[in-house]
């Protein structure tokens, strides 16, 4: 079955450490997005990318980083950088093609500093 | 420019009773509309959408959305909600700008069913 995969669910990070979050699809969607929700809170977009090899910042992209090598993977890194990294982390796909499908989610990462 | 309100943090509804979860957007030209359903812990999960023809549309679990070209709405209804159906719901647009434009979602909103 096609999907889009994150991984893991849960992830702990110790103060000043980088960590890396996966999102893998294989509904070959071109665009793939990363959105971080606090809780009772809507969707803030961190970072997206239309195309490989190509990326663009969100609305908070400072203390992140990402890359996109291969169209079936678009991992996201929180940096040192991030003074408030706990949060729950989606991953989404989607067509370019055309404007009818919206977005296919993935279960999501939640992120604790300890 | 683009832009998403669910003006309702939360909305309780009785078992049995009918829902309406409230969306109003923002855009120039022909909006792409979406509703999606978020449960605790989970990714999103697409409801329905609206992309063009009937202002009424169908979607999953029973849940329908009618579209208001005047009052640039798009409402979320459901005639007779379940307990299962309590969860944080997303309404999102889309506007055609040359290639397929980001969705923009609105902060969504919290419906809690009451036995």
């Known amino acids: 079955d096609g999907g889009i995969t994150q991984s893991p669910k849960y992830l702990f990070r110790k103060e000043g450490q980088n960590v890396t979050l996966s999102c893998e699809q294989n509904?070959?969607?071109?665009?793939m997005y990363w959105y971080r929700q606090d809780p009772g809170q809507g969707l803030r977009l961190i970072y997206y990318?239309?195309?490989?090899?190509?990326?663009q910042k969100g609305d908070i992209a400072e203390g992140y980083s990402v890359s996109r090598e291969k169209k079936e993977s678009f991992p996201l890194t929180v940096t040192s950088a991030q003074k408030n990294p706990t949060a729950f982390y989606l991953c989404?796909?989607?067509?370019?093609?055309?404007?009818?499908?919206?977005?296919?989610f993935g279960s999501g990462t939640r992120l604790t500093v300890v | 420019a683009q832009s998403v309100a669910q003006p309702e943090d939360q909305v309780n509804v009785a078992e049995g009773n009918p829902l309406t979860v409230k969306c109003t957007y923002s855009?120039?030209?022909?909006?792409?509309l979406f509703w999606y359903v978020q449960y605790p812990n989970r990714g999103l999960q697409f409801l329905l959408k609206?992309?063009?023809?009937?202002?009424l549309v169908k979607g999953s679990y029973g849940f329908e959305a009618e579209f208001n070209k005047s009052q640039t709405s798009f409402h979320l209804k459901k005639p007779s909600a379940l307990v299962s159906d309590s969860a944080l719901y997303f309404c999102?647009?889309?506007?055609?700008?040359?290639?397929?434009?980001?969705?923009?979602f609105g902060q969504g909103t919290t419906l809690q069913v009451k036995p």
């Open positions: 999102a647009v889309r506007r055609l700008s040359g290639n397929t434009g980001k969705l923009i």
């Open positions: 509904l070959n969607h071109d665009a």
């Open positions: 990318s239309q195309i490989v090899n190509d990326f």
């Open positions: 855009v120039s030209g022909n909006p792409y």
């Open positions: 989404a796909s989607s067509r370019v093609d055309t404007p009818n499908y919206g977005y296919t």
């Open positions: 609206y992309i063009t023809g009937d202002n």
